[in-house]
């Protein structure tokens, strides 16, 4: 399987800080990486896909870079709402496998 | 518009056999394009994708379920099902399906669950 690892695990911010998560993968996945965001108790919700598209109806707040093995998630000027965990995935292998997450805390 | 839900059993008894449905609305499992994904959430941990159900009837698994999975879809009835064998207190999760998105980006293919369902949580004890 391919292996995600997420860094940092979890992270404390402020709002209007910038936040950057990498999100490593074990072997090349090209540009076939997705970004979800979890709040507490809710499903994970799609904001980036294809490593650097923005899903319909997300904030442009939040991009998306990377290719190969890694990549980013960067928020700029963190907002309320955005404190949650961040997964990242991997569609270019079955197992599309989830990184571990990575938790945005106040 | 697009919406899944997600039912069945809350508990389980270790042994048993759990089948879970996914209804949805707002698309057909029954042209090619188009997938259904389910993926679960132990308590406290991580998402982990299990299985993916196309339109036409292919089928992907995780390797590491060791083919107690099973996906099925009822195509009348909007529904994608999935079944586990020989459950075990490790398969205690919240379960989600999910509505895959398929796009041509930049002439690549790319997968991504772009609408998923509340979830339901399963334990599995004795």
């Known amino acids: 399987d391919v292996q995600m690892t997420q860094s940092p695990s979890s992270l404390s911010a402020s709002v209007g800080d910038r936040v950057t998560i990498t999100c490593r993968a074990s072997?090349?996945?090209?540009?076939?990486l997705n970004w979800y965001q979890q709040r507490p108790g809710k499903a994970p919700s799609l904001l980036i896909y294809?490593?650097?598209t923005l899903q319909s109806g997300v904030p442009s707040r939040f991009s998306g870079g990377g290719s190969g093995t890694d990549f980013t998630l960067t928020i700029n000027g963190l907002q309320p709402e955005d404190f949650a965990t961040y997964y990242c995935?991997?569609?270019?292998?079955?197992?599309?496998?989830f990184g571990q997450g990575t938790k945005v805390e106040v | 518009q697009i919406t899944l839900k997600e039912s069945g059993p809350t508990l389980v008894r270790p042994t048993q056999t759990l089948t879970l449905t996914c209804t949805f609305s707002?698309?057909?499992?029954?042209?090619?394009?188009?997938?259904v994904g389910w993926i679960r959430q132990p308590p406290g941990e991580a998402l982990e994708w299990l299985a993916l159900?196309?339109?036409?009837?292919?089928?992907r698994y995780s390797p590491s379920l060791k083919n107690r999975f099973t996906i099925n879809k009822d195509t009348s009835k909007n529904q994608a099902v999935l079944t586990i064998i020989n459950m075990d207190p490790g398969d205690t999760a919240t379960y989600y399906c999910?509505?895959?998105?398929?796009?041509?980006?930049?002439?690549?293919?790319?997968?991504?669950?772009?609408?998923w369902g509340q979830g339901t949580m399963v334990t599995v004890s004795p």
């Open positions: 999910a509505h895959l998105s398929i796009k041509v980006v930049m002439g690549a293919i790319s997968h991504a669950f772009d609408v």
């Open positions: 707002g698309f057909s499992l029954s042209t090619s394009g188009v997938g």
């Open positions: 159900l196309y339109g036409d009837d292919s089928k």
């Open positions: 072997e090349n996945v090209y540009k076939y």
């Open positions: 294809a490593a650097s």
């Open positions: 995935q991997q569609n270019n292998k079955i197992p599309q496998t």
